[in-house]
């Protein structure tokens, strides 16, 4: 039997173990999806907002490839800690799969960047999303009146939507309590999303976009001022086609002619002259030079005026323009980090690799292979791991024969729990979904995710660690 491992149990990983269970060139297989969480999915589970039901009920695909009885789940065993180097993996695996994704966030570079208030988009999406990591009460929204968005990419995009949400809208989500709670006492009510160059170069897409208008209690403004900049803006007719989309809800919103929310009037050039409780302010052509200081916080971001240089970038004006802030969410993309005992491009955040076979100077490193953003870089849709991990299991069929011939080193989780991991094996993650169907009932609320380590690994397994998991007080909530 070929044993594989795979490391990372979000879409990429759960491709990767789907394509090398439905292939017929090595009938007897059997994969091993392994994960530092106790919870599979990854990304569905810890990145996709929590009021993308439809993207999120993705989940259930991927249940049901993991399901599959050639398949084992081997959550809370963390490669890199106790012992298990990427080398002892490989003892114990004929191929290991490395589809780690991208887990930290980009910088700016700019003073400031470190006040309080001033946080990653990925620090505020794992804390609405119950990353066990993530701490619970992380984001006080009570003081903040205005939020300041950088960046215009999807992720920027499901910031500003939780943001601009009412607490009531994501009653009926698997939202932890804390966050709820916290999301219900918030004051922002101004949330501006800045980009550096134009609307036809923004990174989302037109859908995401769109969302934004039919928020019930938001409207959306632009700055006529700022598309005016943008000659993809004035001629579209050359852009790709979802720039082209994207300009053209810009320009609905721009014109007053597409209402910001059903049923609203819209508030050509403006930030929603309608009654709304809280605008949404699309900005473009600034770029962030410093953010500033009030009180030992954040209190707003300083920006420099681009213009196109000609050539798809930007160059600065020399004019300033600050946008108060009392919380500043950096949405600039995820970067990916090394991991020990594997090889590093820094300069790209990926592993070196050649159809997903992992180089080690330059030569392919026999049964190391990697897969979707670790691979290529953090960039496409969900979807984009299915051929990102197609493309690395042919790799790895093709070099199968070789692979084959290596004797193993024992029983993968014997060795797992001598080296002095514990794992959450399918049982313990099913525990773990009982025990959040439970907490909702208890809350009055559908599913709610438990948010602590404690918690999840008390859940999974009984004793398996002190018990503590702190759902605290219900929060004061919304009626829904
Ligand atoms: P992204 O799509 O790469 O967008 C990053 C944004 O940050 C761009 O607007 C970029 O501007 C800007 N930026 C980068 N460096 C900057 C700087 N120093 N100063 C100012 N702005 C800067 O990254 P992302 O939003 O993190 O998304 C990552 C991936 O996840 C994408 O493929 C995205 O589609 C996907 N995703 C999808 C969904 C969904 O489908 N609903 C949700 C979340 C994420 P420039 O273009 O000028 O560089």
Not at 46 to 51: F, K, Q, W
Not at 236 to 240: A, H, K, M, T, V
Not at 257 to 262: E, K, L
């Given at each position: 039997m070929l044993r594989v491992a795979v490391v990372g149990s979000g879409p990429s990983g759960v491709y990767t173990a789907q394509a090398l269970v439905q292939?017929?060139?090595?009938?007897?297989v059997h994969v091993d999806v392994l994960d530092r969480?106790?919870?599979?999915?990854g990304l569905v589970r810890?990145?996709?907002?929590?009021?993308h039901e439809k993207i999120k009920s993705l989940q259930n695909n991927l249940r049901t490839v993991l399901e599959d009885e050639r398949i084992g789940f081997i959550g809370?065993?963390?490669?890199?800690?106790?012992?298990?180097a990427p080398a002892r993996l490989l003892e114990l695996y004929h191929a290991v799969v490395y589809c780690?994704?991208?887990?930290r966030d980009r910088r700016l570079?700019?003073?400031?960047?470190?006040?309080?208030?001033?946080?990653s988009a990925t620090d505020f999406v794992s804390w609405y999303s119950a990353?066990?990591?993530?701490?619970?009460?992380?984001?006080?929204?009570?003081?903040?009146r205005s939020a300041v968005v950088i960046g215009v990419g999807n992720v920027a995009v499901d910031v500003t939507r939780i943001l601009a949400r009412g607490a009531a809208e994501l009653l009926?989500?698997?939202?932890?309590h804390a966050a709820l709670g916290a999301l219900a006492q918030s004051g922002v009510r101004e949330v501006h999303m800045v980009g550096r160059r134009g609307p036809s170069q923004a990174k989302f897409t037109t859908k995401e976009l769109r969302e934004l208008g039919g928020l019930p209690d938001a409207a959306v403004g632009v700055e006529p001022s700022d598309l005016e900049l943008d000659p993809g803006y004035a001629d579209?007719?050359?852009?790709?086609a979802v720039n082209r989309r994207n300009v053209d809800v810009v320009r609905g919103w721009a014109s007053g002619?597409?209402?910001?929310?059903?049923g609203a009037p819209g508030a050509p050039g403006t930030?929603?002259?309608?009654?709304?409780s809280r605008r949404i302010h699309l900005r473009f052509f600034l770029r962030p030079v410093e953010l500033l200081e009030g009180d030992g916080r954040v209190a707003g971001v300083r920006f420099e005026r681009t213009v196109p240089d000609g050539s798809g970038g930007v160059r600065g004006t020399g004019m300033y323009e600050e946008i108060e802030a009392q919380l500043v969410l950096r949405a600039v993309g995820y970067r990916g980090v090394p991991l020990e005992g594997l090889p590093f491009d820094a300069a790209r955040g990926t592993v070196p690799n050649e159809a997903g076979r992992v180089l080690r100077g330059g030569v392919p490193s026999p049964g190391e292979y990697v897969a979707g953003w670790i691979k290529?870089?953090?960039?496409?849709?969900?979807?984009?791991?299915r051929p990102c991990a197609k493309e690395t299991v042919t790799s790895l069929l093709a070099d199968a024969a070789e692979l084959w011939a290596r004797p193993l080193a024992g029983e993968p989780l014997d060795v797992l729990r001598e080296l002095g991991h514990r794992p959450v094996e399918w049982p313990g993650w099913l525990a773990i979904e009982e025990a959040e169907a439970a907490l909702g009932r208890s809350l009055g609320r559908r599913s709610v995710k438990i948010a602590d380590w404690a918690g999840l690994l008390e859940a999974a397994a009984?004793?398996?660690?002190?018990?503590?998991?702190?759902?605290g007080a219900p929060p004061k909530l919304p009626a829904a």
């Open positions: 292939q017929s060139l090595v009938p007897d969480l106790p919870c599979p999915y810890y990145g996709v907002a929590p009021d809370n065993v963390e490669v890199g800690a106790h012992g298990l780690v994704g991208a887990a570079g700019v003073p400031g960047e470190d006040l309080p208030g001033s946080c990353h066990p990591d993530a701490a619970p009460n992380g984001f006080a929204l009570g003081g903040a009926p989500t698997d939202v932890p579209p007719s050359g852009l790709p002619s597409v209402p910001s929310s059903p930030a929603g002259e309608r009654a709304a290529r870089g953090p960039t496409g849709v969900i979807g984009s791991n009984p004793g398996m660690e002190a018990p503590g998991a702190e759902v």
